[in-house]
């Protein structure tokens, strides 16, 4: 009998984890609902809630009557990554009593470190069944609702308008407008958070007088200044901070308790000490485009336009910035390398443009990292690395290849040196194309 290859059994294997990942998440779905309804039929606790909130029930803050008030309030999460997670398993384990969860993406190995609704069985896999499946394994008082869907305009009214709190653990300009402008539009509250690197950011919008998102930022941001996780990192404790903050903002909101007398925006960072500061925010701005006292958004707009990108278009793809002639291919810059291995000529540098941090992560062999952003002040070590090529070509690289072109024009344009070529694509190009090995990152 021939011997089954490992990479089919790996894809039964898949096949049967996400059956099984359905099967469990329609099941506990059903559950929770019958139980809450059963729950909603009563406005005392049930013994059951009494034992396993009491320690909430013990502060004066929540006590029996909030926490019927968190069973009573539904509470959508968009967005069920960094901010998402932490933020989404709290509210549940709190006793929120309907959660929705709105994702469009499937679960990737680079989640992991921050994304702890997500487990390694799950990569792969849908966010939202996979927070689902969470969610639920924690409780089953929460009755939760999950939209595997992109949230954009056509969508977003109906999504938003079934919930008393929307919280945004999104990542992208775009969606922060469309989420921002539904609510206004619905007269929701918005809880929202953002974290990138070591900082993050957590605001309550649209509530008791207070301004909305496009009263502190009317006009988006350029499309590359929107800083992404996958382009500048994130530490994974940073968005766990913030999405608990953003949960206990919603239990606030939830319990009645006075939100927003004074706006302001919490800051946190990694760096400062204090790790938190607090800026002051005006309240609601009366030229505001969508709630101002003459509004001009009165209905959902075309928020990809509006911004210059989509959810999609956050990490800054390959683009053709540099003439096409000044470029070559990664199997053709493997066929120089292989050459020059041999000893058989391909005289050239390998220069890495990317910063150190990242060059430190991996890198080709025999490259020299001189960052482009110290092109100007390492410019004499630069100049003494190409002349002493006698006319060899120089080879620059990158993640993905935009970088590298700015390097070539650069060379050819400030140094005079014409025999300067990209390597396009850059190094995730060289990953995918050249060398399956290589480190992905
Ligand atoms: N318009 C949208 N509709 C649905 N989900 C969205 C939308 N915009 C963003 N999201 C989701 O919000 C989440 C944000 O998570 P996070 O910021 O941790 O980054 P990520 O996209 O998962 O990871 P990385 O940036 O590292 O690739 C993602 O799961 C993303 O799919
Ligand atoms: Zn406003």
Redesign the pocket.
């Given at each position: 009998m021939e011997r089954p290859k490992i990479s089919e059994l790996r894809d039964q294997l898949h096949s049967l984890r996400k059956q099984e990942l359905e099967i469990e998440a329609q099941i506990l779905a059903l559950e929770a609902e019958e139980q809450s309804t059963a729950q909603k039929a009563s406005d005392r606790l049930t013994n059951e809630e009494i034992r396993r909130y009491s320690r909430q029930l013990l502060i004066p803050e929540v006590g029996t009557e909030g926490q019927l008030k968190l069973r009573n309030s539904s509470v959508l999460v968009?967005?069920?990554?960094?901010?998402?997670?932490p933020c989404a398993l709290y509210l549940a384990a709190m006793g929120i009593g309907r959660l929705g969860l709105?994702?469009?993406?499937v679960v990737?190995q680079?989640?992991l470190h921050?994304?702890v609704l997500h487990t390694e069985a799950s990569c792969g896999f849908s966010?939202v069944l996979s927070a689902v499946t969470s969610i639920s394994r924690l409780s089953s008082l929460c009755e939760t609702k999950v939209?595997d869907?992109?949230?954009?305009s056509t969508n977003a009214r109906d999504i938003i308008g079934g919930y008393d709190i929307v919280v945004d653990?999104?990542?992208?300009a775009?969606?922060r407008y469309?989420?921002n402008d539904a609510c206004v539009l619905s007269g929701i509250p918005l809880v929202s958070g953002s974290?990138v690197r070591l900082d993050g950011q957590l605001t309550v919008y649209n509530h008791n007088g207070g301004p909305c998102y496009r009263c502190l930022f009317p006009t988006p941001p350029a499309p590359d200044a929107m800083a992404?996780?996958?382009?500048t990192g994130?530490l994974g404790v940073v968005?766990g901070v913030i999405g608990c903050l953003q949960a206990m903002e919603v239990v606030k909101l939830a319990t009645g308790r006075k939100v927003n007398e004074d706006p302001s925006m919490l800051l946190f960072s990694y760096r400062s000490q204090p790790h938190f500061r607090s800026v002051k925010l005006r309240g609601r701005k009366p030229t505001c485009a969508v709630c101002g006292d003459e509004p001009t958004v009165t209905k959902l707009i075309d928020y990809v336009a509006f911004c210059g990108a989509?959810?999609?278009d956050?990490?800054p793809q390959w683009k053709l910035l540099e003439d096409p002639t000044h470029r070559i291919s990664c199997e053709r810059y493997r066929e120089v390398q292989d050459l020059s291995d041999a000893g058989v000529g391909g005289k050239h540098l390998l220069l890495d443009v990317r910063d150190e941090v990242q060059f430190t992560i991996c890198q080709l062999p025999h490259s020299v990292n001189i960052p482009i952003d110290q092109f100007d002040t390492r410019r004499k070590e630069l100049e003494e690395a190409v002349q002493s090529l006698d006319g060899a070509p120089v080879y620059a690289v990158c993640r993905r290849g935009n970088l590298s072109q700015m390097a070539v024009r650069y060379i050819r344009d400030q140094l005079g040196y014409e025999q300067c070529f990209d390597i396009a694509g850059g190094l995730v190009a060289w990953q995918r194309e050249v060398d399956a090995e290589f480190p992905a990152y």
């Open positions: 968009v967005g069920t990554g960094g901010l998402g997670s709105v994702d469009h993406d990737d680079s989640n921050r994304q966010k939209y869907v992109l949230l954009d653990a999104t990542d992208n775009a969606t469309l989420i974290a992404n996780c996958s382009e994130v968005p989509g959810p999609n956050d990490a």
